[in-house]
């Protein structure tokens, strides 16, 4: 979505699930995006965010994630290596630097 405040909070929902997902600045001026499936699931192999910078880190449940970047103006465009199947209680927590 087009952000129109520093945070933002939003429910998502697909076919296989639903759950939440944010947008914050971290401590060193960037963003963190968070995404948590509730129920159901979530295949992902991409992420694309409202970021200047490029992700210093990018986990799921705590564990890193090898992925590529890619730049595109303000955003950035993360791929993962593998495409990760996100779960009940999972959470994927993208952070860009500033």
């Known amino acids: ?3 129109p405040h520093r945070t933002f909070d939003c429910f998502w929902a697909s076919g296989t699930g639903w759950g939440t997902f944010s947008y914050r600045p971290n401590a060193k001026g960037g ?3 968070r995404i948590e499936v509730l129920s159901g699931s979530l295949r992902c192999r991409s992420c694309e965010i409202t970021a ?3 992700p210093a ?3 799921t449940s705590g564990k890193a994630i090898l992925h590529t970047i890619e730049a595109r103006g303000k955003r950035v465009v993360v791929r993962f290596n593998e495409s990760l199947t996100l779960t ?3 959470i994927l927590e993208i952070e ?3």
């Open 96 to 98: 860009a630097q500033g």
């Open 31 to 33: 963003t963190r995006f």
């Open 52 to 54: 200047s910078g490029s």
């Open 88 to 90: 009940e209680g999972n």
């Open 57 to 59: 880190l990018a986990r």
């Open 1 to 3: 979505p087009l952000l």
